[in-house]
Nanobody
Framework: QVQLVESGGGLVQAGGSLRLLCEAS????????MGWYRQAPGKQRELVAS???????DYADSVIDRFTISRDISKNTVYLQMNNLKPEDTAVYYC?????????WGKGTLVTVSS
């Protein structure tokens, strides 16, 4: 089993920044893609950004040029730098990691952006 713990969420005004962190622990042998998803009230969970072990990244169109995903392989950690936040970014943000075809999820961290 792999455990994921997110941190860094909170309340911020529109235009502000936050940095999310997700640390993986447990039975780690070779982590695959690590990513961030979010779920706003009444909406489906959606991919925000993902990063492979080789450094390839992918972003939702709505966050391009505002969010940056990065990972520290040595620390089994993935980060999400969020700049120029907008009220529509308000959601619970979940960390996700894949290992040997199994998906693991964190419990989520709440990001609230006030207008």
């Amino acid at each position: 089993q792999v455990q994921l713990v997110e941190s860094g969420g909170g309340l911020v005004q529109a235009g502000g920044s936050l940095r999310l962190l997700c640390e993986a622990s447990g039975s780690i042998s070779r982590l695959g893609v690590m990513g961030w998803y979010r779920q706003a009230p009444g909406k489906q969970r959606e991919l925000v950004a993902s990063a492979t072990g080789s450094g390839a990244t992918d972003y939702a169109d709505s966050v391009i040029d505002r969010f940056t995903i990065s990972r520290d392989i040595s620390k089994n950690t993935v980060y999400l730098q969020m700049n120029n936040l907008k009220p529509e970014d308000t959601a619970v943000y979940y960390c996700n990691v894949q290992q040997w075809g199994v998906n693991y999820w964190g419990k989520g961290t709440l990001v609230t952006v006030s207008s």
